[in-house]
């Protein structure tokens, strides 16, 4: 029985690593200014003034349609780190765990969303 509870839980990894690689990835926004009245799907918005980072602004990625703003100044709590990666894509840190609604709770990796509960963020 271990053995087969073993195949199982390689077989849930795999198919786990499979949804995350054919999820598209979402599009970086660099903004000045304000953002748009409405956010597009797969689309994270960086809103900056002289390259100083303020904040990013997301649709929920669980399709409640809320959305996640999220502090980047140092000083101001929370706040999120985002760091711009060699691939053109960007990563937050630390996860995104709304406490209200939806009470998604994800990572958000080189433009893709990782959820908390299915695989470990890399
Ligand atoms: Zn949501």
Redesign the pocket.
Known sequence: MVIVRKIINHLRKLWASFQLWRQPRYHSIFIEGDLPNSLEDKAIYIVQEDGFLWHTSML?????G?VIHLNLIPDERPCWQLSRNQDDTISLFPSIW?TK??Q?HFWFRHNKVHWHREIPPY
Request: proline share 10%; charged share 20%; glycine share 20%.
């Open positions: 929920c990625p669980c399709g409640c809320e709304r609604g939806c998604s």
